[in-house]
């Protein structure tokens, strides 16, 4: 199975987790697991997600992701590429 972390960040407003969670549906992908918090207004979302069988390429999903919620700082990053930063 592969996967990718996407963190999403900024101010909180209603469906920034329905929105995100759409686009990973529709690019095939599958959420696995989802850590958010609201602290201050500032919302904060770590989503792990099933991209093996993905129909964009990872770059393509961050761009819509980021479409998705506006105003939002959004990362979407393989797990290898996270692994590889975090073996240090």
Request: charged fraction near 5%.
């Given at each position: 199975m592969e996967k990718a972390v996407i963190t999403i960040v900024g101010s909180d407003r209603t469906g920034i987790l329905a929105a995100a969670s759409a686009v990973v549906a529709k690019a095939n992908g599958n959420v696995l697991n989802v850590d958010m918090n609201v602290n201050n207004d500032i919302f904060?979302?770590?989503m792990i997600t099933d991209v093996t069988k993905l129909n964009?390429?990872?770059t393509k999903l961050q761009n819509e992701v980021s479409a998705s919620v506006p105003d939002m700082?959004?990362?979407v990053?393989?797990?290898n590429i996270?692994?590889?930063m975090h073996t240090i």
């Open positions: 904060s979302m770590v964009v390429s990872i700082v959004v990362h990053m393989h797990e996270f692994n590889a």
